[in-house]
């Protein structure tokens, strides 16, 4: 399921006039597409948990430093900068 905002429902001018309501009961109610939904969720929190790692070993180090990506191993490959 490729379009999950197919499966939102607009609803304009509510709860007052200039305001789009979204409602997402009928993403809830169709299960594949919910499905997808939590899968793409996940993903999101999934990387930002990678950063977040990546940022935590890098102030351990305590020097300076730089990520580099290494094929198929991303934020885990690490090169020193001059100074600092």
Do not use: W
Not at 41 to 48: H, M, P, S, V, Y
């Amino acid at each position: 399921m490729s379009d999950l905002k197919a499966l939102i429902r607009e609803i304009p001018d509510f709860p007052k006039p200039g305001i789009l309501f979204r409602d997402i009961t009928t993403l809830l109610a169709n299960g594949p597409g919910l499905r997808e939904a939590v899968g793409q969720i996940a993903e999101l929190f999934t990387a930002a948990d990678r950063i977040r790692q990546r940022n935590q070993f890098l102030d351990q180090r305590n020097e300076p430093a730089i990520a580099v990506r290494g094929s198929g191993h991303p934020f885990r490959v690490f090169r020193r900068v001059a100074g600092g």
